[in-house]
């Protein structure tokens, strides 16, 4: 089979399957509504239009106009992500979008992949990018998922959107679009295109470009019928298309054949199960057309602002208030969201009345080229008639001058007499005619005008009403934000009040344990005194005590004396005595020791004792400080308590006062409801207007087309008749023009000729000529050069004065059809023809387009000929004729000088610095003889020039470039030369 596909591939000289199943993107077929499609998708991309919509049946080339956007898309301006599987839904399918940009996110949550996605489009957009997201097969797409694309298309700056969406899919996308849940996504449309089928002839035009982008070269023939019938089959439809002809080529093989027949077509949509619709649901189908959804940025940006704030999260709850002040706070923020949608419905429609107003006037503009076009056709209408009455006065002039003919003679000019009466009353009907449809159309248009004036004051209103409802907006938008002020102070201030209240009760709790720690402290430190002093008593009993036994001592130590003072002269009484002093004495000092121990007892226990004296007085000052500390923190804490109680009746102020603002939002979403009904009734009367306005526009061309088809025949009865007229009256050719005629064996059109040139009709004549012998007349104002060699020229001046040169010549091909996508033989013959004289840099196909048509006219320009686009007599001519461009070389002339010495010494040292130079001799105007030295040649001029800045140090002065054809010239010597 591969190989049976391959032989027919061979046999027709194609290189490629033409018509692949699959998208081709690499011959995409470009018609001009197509072109414009993906120019104004382009266009909203770049601009950051926001969301854009395009549907269309099964097979109808959607997938393909979206790759071929991709394509063409500037990879340096625009990032884009491309969506195929859409039975994702919801956050995978934001997820898919994220992938397809390169985001890695680590958690999958909306709110996560959003935060991410609009930090990664913040990036791009400080660096000067815009990103883009296609989504093909859109009609998978649930209302949540579509409703979270609405969500991504809010993600934008103060001025522009960060990413644009373009949906692409089946007409079914329309059905969820217009739901009533997504409202505010339809509304954001701004470019909403349906792709039609082909018609017949784009059908045509697709299957040329197909044939000769896969290398056919003109050999296969598709007959007209055959075009009509591959479309009744298949509806316009690309695929089907595709479908239908890979089997027909195949056939063509299978029976050996070049032409592509009704029959095979016929057998080949039998296999395929494609038959002919029953009649009666055949219908014309129509062109395809781009409406545009007439959307606008202000509006859109209007739409986004109410709903980022109708998105915005709710305020946290307030400790002293309950919920309802919440919803009644949130209902207010939804009412002024509302508001600012309807006022942008308002402006949408606002700006929708002027592009009827647009489309209103440029109708009255083409009513008024109508006009212009029908008053020229009078004015052509009432050359007719004077051309029908010159006729008619001359046929009764020649009646008179054969009164003496004979009857027959007489009775056959008397006939051709009234054929030309005849002839110039219908001429001048007419152009009667032709004067009431003029006057029908000033009618029209003073109609449009008076139209165009209502229109315009409705609109005017519209705007009136529109700035009123955008005034009390603006008011209600700057009391609902000193609203939301005063609300968010008021808040802050009963938080900042809460704190301080909880701050000074924590301190007045800290006091008050702070007081009880001090006044235990202070107990115990009173239950220490009170021991100290105990102890302090008890120490000084015991020094009483002591003191006692001291004196005691001090007592029985004075006895003792006395008693050894009495009895000195016994000696075992002295000793006995003696010893009971040292008893005494030894009791005495155990008594002063132990008294002295008591008083350093006493000393430290009083020293104790005014040490806690002294901390019991400041413990008692600390207990005291803390006390009035803790009375401090609550006589804030209840100032606290009252000043948040105020704070609460200030928030139940401003409830009440949204509740104000949300009752005049209401009112003002109303009257702009009014506003936006009224301008709908006046677009859709304008609109009714305008498309009855084009209805007899259209009409009233017809009408002029068909009046000015029977003038052109009235014309040419009315020649033929002068013809016949002059045929009884003897032309003379002149001799010159016997003489140019019989160069080219045309004698027997020398009188037909003499009579073309005197009345003006050469082209009409040159016409006949041509039919009758193949050669055309050409008519140049500048013969190419030698052309007066190989033919003979005619001088002719025409009735304006102008001298031109005639000449009949017979090409070796001729461009019949010339037209957009027409394909041939001779179109290959001409882009090779303007290719070899440096005018056609692309590709020879065979086909005409545009690269064609401004190549031709840029060789009609250089040749001073009519710059058509097209072909003629003298194009064709001037073509062949033409002479290959010669190619340019420059040299550096670095000095002239009288003798040829000095001249070789340059050459020398140019040599020496590895450069090319020679000397060339000239003669100067005033007849001097010079010796020029010359650096090069180069085939490049800016090589020459860098080379020149190089040796400007080794040259003279006056070193300058010149066009160099090899051969000796005489350019002007240079004043300094010679030095």
Known sequence: MAAQREAYLDYLGLHHNPFPVVPDIDHFFLPARIDALIAEILHSIYTRKGFMVITGEVGLGKTTVSRRILQIMDDQKVETALVFNTFVQGTELLEEINRDFGIVSEGKSLQNLLAVLNTFLLERFASGKNCAVIIDDAQNLTLDSLEMLRLISNLETNSDKLVQLILVGQPELMAKLNAHELRQLRSRIVVLAEVAPYTVEEMKQYIYFKLNAAGSRGTLTIPERSFRLMHLLTGGNPRRINILLDRCLYGLFAYNTMQLSQRLVTEVAGELGMHRPKPAWRKKVASLGWPVFGTVGLAGAAVAAGMVLMMRPPAPVDPLHDQKVQEERQKAENAKAEAAFELAKAKAAREQAAAELTKAQGAKEQALSELAKVQATQEKAKAEVAAARAAESLAMQEAAKVKESSSSEGKALAEALGKARASREQAEAKAGETEARIEELNKQIQSQEQTLAEVQQARQKAESETSEAQVQLERLKSEAKHQAEALAQAKAAQEQSRAEAEKAKAEALTAQEEAKRQGEALTQAKAAQEQTLAELLKVRQEQEQARAEVSKARMAEAKALTDAAQTVNSTTDNAQLTQHLAATRTAREQAEAKASQVEASLSRLQGEAQNKEKTLTELTAARQESEAKAERAESQLRELQAKAQNQAKALEEAVTAQKKAQQEAEQAQQEAAKAQAEARDVLAKAKAEREKAEAEIVQARKETEKAISQMRAAKEEVQTLAVQVESGQ???????????????????????????????????????????????????????????????????????????????????????????????????????????????????????????????????????????????????????????????????????????????????????????????????????????????????????????????????????IIEWTGAQTAPKVPSAAGR
């Open 730 to 960: 003897t032309v003379k050719p002149p001799e010159e023009v016997r003489q140019f005629l019989a160069a080219y064996g045309l004698e027997n059109q020398a009188e037909g000729f003499t009579r073309a040139l005197r009345e003006g009709w050469l082209g009409e004549m040159g016409e006949r000529i041509a039919a009758v012998s193949g050669q055309r007349l050409v008519t140049l104002d500048r013969p190419p050069p030698g052309t007066q060699d190989k033919y003979t020229l005619f001088q002719h001046t025409d009735a304006a004065g102008k001298s031109r040169a005639l000449l009949f010549w017979k090409p070796a091909y001729a461009v019949d059809s010339f037209y957009y996508g027409y394909t041939g033989p001779e179109i290959h013959k001409l882009q090779d023809r303007l290719a070899a004289l440096g005018l056609y840099p692309y590709p020879v196909d065979g086909v005409v387009g545009k690269n064609t048509m401004k190549a031709l006219s840029r060789f009609q320009q250089i040749q001073h000929l009519p710059v058509t686009g097209t072909t003629d007599s003298a194009t064709l001519f001037s073509l062949e004729h033409a002479a290959p461009p010669k190619e340019r070389h420059w040299v550096i002339q670095g000095g002239a000088y009288r003798d040829r010495p000095a001249a070789e010494e340059i050459v020398q040292k140019m040599k020496g610095l590895g450069i090319r130079s020679f000397v060339q001799p000239i003669t100067a105007k005033d007849g001097k003889k010079w010796e020029t030295v010359r650096i090069g040649p180069f085939a490049d001029r800016d090589e020459a020039s860098i080379m020149l800045q190089e040796l400007r140090p080794h040259l003279d002065r006056d070193a300058k």
